[in-house]
């Protein structure tokens, strides 16, 4: 189960478990909170904002859009960042709470022992250590100061404000807010995008499949022509080793340490689209930047809109709830954006350790770890006490007695946070560019656009590089830790990092003015001097998006935001070119070859209904649901009898590139021919279909997964159960399996009219109208005005005055 779909479990266990007395174990018992009068959640039904509100940090006032989105304007930024702690706080608080106790690791004191193997990940990676570290160095900066206002307006909320529903079913109040958990959001995003513990999972297949099914299923570099730099870069290209697996220590490589470990890695595919175009290509003559990023659909959304205006700033975007500043977003002068690059920025090392596991052997002598004791916290069990290793490269983690240390570029200071307050500030290309310099987490693929016409792509984020014997090698392997493989020079967990040791700012990929470029998490450049991953997406997205682009300049005819819109709301499934004629011969020769053909078969029905389909995947299309479901039964069939021989489950399945394009002489169709194999899937596909019922794709493919933490036990709180376009291949992307899709749309013209869209609403609270308002809004991707505009006669919906708060 991957990081964010982990922690929704994990928040969901909680809030079902409850605490102090109240136990929530099933619908009944949950009901009986709902009791009309005597019900205690109905104090939550009362909730409203105050109108006055003191601050000690000065006046400001708060306007509420018609969308529940809040206008923050203040003289002073200190003034306008304690309101905003306060607004994200009174919209979202049980958010917050709940997202700091899994990083934390003290879910358990909510839900019991049912969350113990979660809160003990979190715990031995202590984030919230490196969320102190951070913080050290972000509270010298110029955000600093901002940081801790917002968090004391977290504070004020949670101090002078009805509790949201959440606390009343969980009977607890939430601790103080504190610079540190904010530090400890940053530290979660960059996890949820960065963490990935792929070199355990390749060496573990080349040991139980070798090396040959490995190379044949998990290519070093998928085959494919649409990098997001399209023209190679003119540098000697890396000489990358293929050694996955020949270390000592290789206790590592066994499944009951990676299946844990992979629990909390970031959703397979999770990604984004994002792309620009010049003002040569545009109506207006300024360049357009669309977005939308795809990370885990929940209930609130994953993401809060906010706008704040300061005499230095003026900045309306999204961002995460925690987190004081526009992340993604624009000011009066420019727009930025952020996709997952899939760079390797976590290592794994093996150990020589000493029979009593009190030492570990490096650089020739006998070392002590360094060890800490921590309490576990567990509702209705006895608390857990947890030793904390960690080695000089960092945390060491340990499942039925396989270790592996890990070393995480998040696992140190850094300047993500002042990146993004100098972001909000910009003035265009120059300063963004500086401020890109201090970006050091997650690694990302930007695109920028600004009023003065200026348009840039940069991968951000600290990328290793690594040697042994003195040969610089990719990371995508297991290093020999006692040996000092692979290490990072200049790297200092949990303190604050030199970073000698990683590629130079200047050497990382980047485009400077580009004319029209799209980024969908494919490989980043054909050629490169320096190793940056494989952990690529598949080429589907990236393909359709520069397909669109090209068209669109090659015609000539200028685009606008409305174009942009559209696109992002294209469904051709790449898949489908690709596959569907293969499948439609195989059911031809099939038909053909069968001694008394049926006339009006489901096999007949199904190849009239595909042969006529256009590869798009609408909600009522009938073609798409057969696909769909077709498409997961061949990937299956196609790999799960050799990995079901070495106990291998789907979550180390390869991605559909890989199956899409394995030859028909492959041995994985040695006992059964890829045509036997294609039709075999459609039939399981079509039984599956008539024992569900489903008649059209938005039957099976709806948002009945975009869940509140609550979901399971009061399901009222769940947005409701809408049928959905889009697939994991398409552009509008949405994936009902693991419930990941665009988390946030925005297309924005610097300096002009900019629009977006939540999938659900900007307010957390149930009882709000802005609970789930925009749903039907981001289903038909229906964006409303992102507008930075004030309305000076509009009444404030609160004022904050000067005053002890």
């Not at 606390?167 to 530290?187: A, I, Q, R």
């Not at 000539?556 to 499948?583: I, S």
Request: proline share 5%.
């Amino acid at each position: 189960m991957p990081s964010s779909t982990t922690r929704r479990g994990l928040l969901a266990g909680a809030l079902a478990a409850g605490v102090g007395g109240l136990t929530l174990t099933g619908a009944r018992e949950l009901l009986d909170q709902f009791a009309p009068l005597s019900g205690t959640v109905w104090d939550a039904a009362d909730r409203s904002l105050s109108e006055r509100v003191a601050s000690p940090y000065g006046e400001a006032t708060v306007r509420y859009d018609e969308y529940g989105v809040p206008s923050i304007e203040a003289d002073e930024e200190p003034a306008a960042y304690f309101a905003v702690g306060y607004v994200q706080a009174f919209d979202r608080l049980a958010q917050l709470d709940l997202q700091r106790r899994v990083m934390r690791g003290q879910v358990s004191e909510l839900a019991g022992e049912g969350t113990l193997a979660d809160d003990e990940f979190h715990v031995a990676m202590d984030f919230a250590g490196t969320a102190e570290a951070t913080w050290e160095y972000v509270a010298e900066t110029p955000a600093g100061p901002l940081v801790e206002a917002y968090a004391d307006g977290v504070n004020a909320t949670i101090e002078g404000e009805q509790l949201p529903l959440e606390f009343e079913l969980l009977g607890y109040e939430p601790e103080p807010w504190t610079p540190v958990d904010s530090m400890l959001m940053e530290k979660q995003i960059s996890w949820d995008l960065t963490g990935n513990f792929g070199e355990l999972r390749r060496a573990l297949i080349a040991d139980r499949l070798g090396e040959d099914v490995l190379e044949a299923l998990f290519p070093e570099r998928l085959d494919h022509d649409v990098p997001i730099l399209r023209e190679s870069v003119d540098a000697e290209t890396l000489e990358e080793t293929e050694d996955v697996g020949s270390v000592s220590g290789e206790n590592a490589i066994d499944p009951a340490l990676t299946d844990w470990l992979s629990r909390f890695e970031s959703p397979t595919g999770v990604g984004s689209n994002s792309w620009v175009v010049s003002g040569e290509h545009t109506e207006s003559g300024r360049p357009i930047v669309a977005y939308d990023p795809h990370l885990a659909l929940m209930t609130p959304p994953l993401w809060y809109e906010q706008h704040v205006e300061t005499p230095g700033t003026s900045v309306r975007g999204a961002t995460f709830p925690g987190v004081p500043f526009v992340i993604a977003g624009a000011n009066d002068r420019g727009t930025w954006s952020f996709t997952n690059v899939g760079a390797d920025v976590l290592d794994c090392y093996t150990y020589e350790i000493d029979d009593d596991g009190e030492r570990y052997r490096y650089d020739g002598e006998w070392r002590e770890f360094d060890r800490e004791k921590r309490e576990i916290a567990v509702a209705g069990g006895e608390d857990r006490t947890l030793e904390v290793r960690k080695t000089v490269h960092g945390p060491v983690l340990e499942r039925e007695g396989r270790t592996v240390g890990v070393a995480w570029t998040g696992h140190t200071a850094t300047r993500t946070t002042e990146a993004i307050y100098e972001y909000e500030r910009s003035d265009g290309l120059e300063d963004l560019l500086e401020a890109t310099r201090k970006f050091d987490l997650p690694t990302q693929n930007l695109v920028y656009a600004d009023a003065d016409g200026r348009t840039l792509y940069y991968a951000t984020g600290k990328l290793p590089i690594r040697e042994v014997d003195g040969e610089t090698v990719s990371g995508n392997r297991l290093f020999d830790g006692s040996a000092g493989e692979g290490e990072w020079e200049g790297f200092e967990p949990f303190g604050e990092s030199s970073w000698e040791g990683f590629v130079p700012f200047e050497e990382k990929p980047h485009a400077i003015d580009p004319d029209v470029l799209a980024t969908a998490n494919q490989r980043v450049v054909d050629d490169s001097e320096h190793y940056i991953g494989v952990d690529y997406a598949t080429p589907y997205r990236g393909a359709r998006i520069y397909d669109r682009l090209d068209d669109a300049v090659e015609s000539g005819e200028p685009t606008d935001l409305e174009f942009h819109r559209e696109l992002q709301n294209d469904v051709y499934d790449g898949r489908a070119e690709q596959l569907v004629p293969e499948l439609l011969e195989a059911l031809e020769e099939r038909i053909e070859n069968e001694d008394e053909p049926e006339s009006g078969s489901e096999l007949e029905d199904a190849r009239e209904t595909l042969a006529d389909w256009n590869y798009r995947m609408d909600a009522d299309s009938r073609g798409a649901l057969l696909f769909a479901r077709w498409m997961d039964r061949f990937r299956r069939l196609v790999v799960e009898p050799k990995f079901e021989e070495v106990d291998l489950d789907q979550s180390y399945y390869p991605d559909d590139w890989v199956i899409a394009t394995l030859p028909a002489d492959s041995q994985f169709f040695e006992e059964r021919s890829r045509d036997e194999t294609m039709v075999a899937a459609l039939e399981d596909a079509l039984d599956e279909i008539d024992d569900a019922g489903w008649v059209r794709y938005g039957d099976w493919n709806s948002t009945r997964v975009i869940e509140h933490p609550f979901g399971a036990e009061a399901p009222f709180l769940n947005y409701p159960e809408l049928p959905a376009d889009g697939s994991r291949a398409t552009v509008k992307n949405y994936r009902v399996d693991s419930a990941v899709g665009a988390s946030w749309r925005m297309v924005v013209e610097p300096g002009g009219a900019a629009t977006a869209v939540l999938p659900g609403g900007n307010s957390g609270d149930y009882f709000s109208d802005h609970y789930g308002d925009q749903l039907e809004g981001w289903l038909a991707n229906d964006q409303t005005p992102m507008d930075r505009t004030l309305d000076d006669d509009a009444e404030p919906d609160v004022v904050f005055e000067e005053g002890s708060s």
